[in-house]
Every structure is written in structure tokens, then in C-alpha cells.
């Protein structure tokens, strides 16, 4: 799928926005439950506020 495709059908970019904050969800648990893993994501970059991202803003 293009760029264009994806900015065009909603449907898909809600999909995939719902994905990130699932994402960003799961984090925020294991953050809450094993401290240290969470600080490892962090070190290693992986990770970023996907329960607040919103790529298109609409």
C-alpha cells in the first residue's frame, strides 16, 4: 500500500492507529509491572508514546 492509499481510506489508518495504541498500552503495563524492562525498551530506543501518536491528526 502507498502513501496516498493509506491517507485516502480511514479505515486503515484508524487500523493502524488503534494498533499503535495498543502498542502503547502493552508499554505503559510492562512499564507499571517490570520497571526495569521498561527502562531497557527506553535505553534501546524502541520505544516512544504510541498511546498518544495520532499520524495524520484527524
Known amino acids: 500500500m502507498d502513501e496516498a492509499t493509506y491517507t485516502a481510506t480511514r479505515l486503515i489508518r484508524s487500523a493502524v492507529e488503534r494498533e499503535f495504541t495498543v502498542i502503547g498500552e502493552a508499554l505503559k503495563v510492562i512499564a507499571q509491572r517490570n520497571p526495569e524492562l521498561s527502562l531497557l525498551f527506553r535505553k ?3 520505544s516512544s508514546t504510541f498511546g498518544t ?3 495524520t491528526n484527524t
Request: glycine content about 16%.
Open 44 to 46: 534501546e530506543g524502541r
Open 53 to 55: 501518536c495520532s499520524p
